[in-house]
């Protein structure tokens, strides 16, 4: 086994006007960029899965132009998540993992549920929810991450209860979401959105240097001590695990480029 997880940084989605000319190379074909992005970044989190369902051969497309060892998180459908009974999901999970997400293969990532800001915690149903959450697709292992957004989340029933069932929490920094630091499966997911358009890496030299530290703790299996827990008298076992950080939402126009600069930094460039 090996003393560190895979590390992987990337940004969401890979279609956006302002990256042509300054991430992709000018007069770059769009059918080209998801080819060209793939080969500069780790992992894409994609957001067009959450709004509707793509057809298989979208998917095998995907995987065909994206290179070994790359990986696409796919964003969940909102039919699932944006409900007031999550109890009552199970179709709309079984129709969005239905859909095609095999011919990703090896590509396959994470699996992230997202939920409304307004959804409050409620033990029984999320539980519920998370029941009804396959462990594969096909002869696939799933991962699944959820991005829960609302501070009623922030208890240690919560982070007990992901962990029995070993979902990941996203650990979202945001100007207003809740962050949970908390490790509760193989592997950590996090979400930078407090970037800005007028930093050239997105973040800040010092902060890359912060999100570097905490990606290579928690591949290394220890918990990030300059993260609070919700639940800081439980401890995860040690163990490597892989870990995902995404630049989202704010700073948008250099995300890939920040993604680049973490990536340089967690892989020692």
């Not at 998801?34 to 959450?50: P, R």
């Not at 369902?53 to 998540?81: H, M, N």
């Not at 079984?94 to 549920?113: C, S």
């Not at 029984?124 to 929810?129: L, P, Q, S, V, Y």
Request: aromatic residues 12%; contains cysteine; proline residues 7%.
């Amino acid at each position: 086994m090996s003393a560190s997880g895979t590390i992987r940084t990337g940004i969401g989605g890979w279609t956006f006007d302002p990256w042509e000319g300054s991430f992709y190379p000018e007069k770059l074909a769009k059918k080209k960029q998801l080819e060209y992005a793939s080969g500069k970044l780790a992992v894409i989190e994609v957001n067009g899965t959450y709004y509707g369902s793509q057809k298989p051969e979208t998917f095998a497309k995907w995987a065909a132009d994206v290179p070994d060892g790359f990986v696409f998180s796919l964003k969940a459908s909102r039919y699932a998540t944006n409900r007031k009974v999550l109890a009552e999901a199970g179709e709309s999970i079984a129709k969005f993992l239905g859909q095609g997400l095999v011919e990703l293969g090896p590509h396959l990532g994470p699996i992230l549920w997202q939920f409304a800001p307004t959804k409050k915690f409620e033990p029984d149903d999320f539980e519920a929810f998370l029941k009804l959450l396959p462990e594969t697709v096909g002869s696939l292992p799933l991962r699944h991450v959820v991005e829960v957004r609302h501070d009623s989340f922030k208890v240690p029933e919560f982070v007990q209860m992901i962990a029995r069932h070993k979902v990941a929490p996203v650990c979202a920094e945001h100007h207003e979401y809740p962050l949970i630091a908390d490790v509760t499966a193989d592997f950590a997911y996090a979400r930078l959105q407090t970037g800005s358009d007028d930093i050239p890496t997105c973040y800040a030299e010092a902060d890359l240097k912060t999100w570097a530290g905490r990606l290579k703790t928690w591949a290394e299996g220890d918990v990030p001590d300059d993260l609070p827990l919700i639940d800081p008298d439980r401890r995860p076992e040690r163990k490597p695990r892989d870990v995902f950080a995404f630049f989202i939402h704010e700073g948008k126009v250099n995300a890939p480029q920040g993604a680049m600069a973490l990536q340089a930094m967690v892989n020692g460039g």
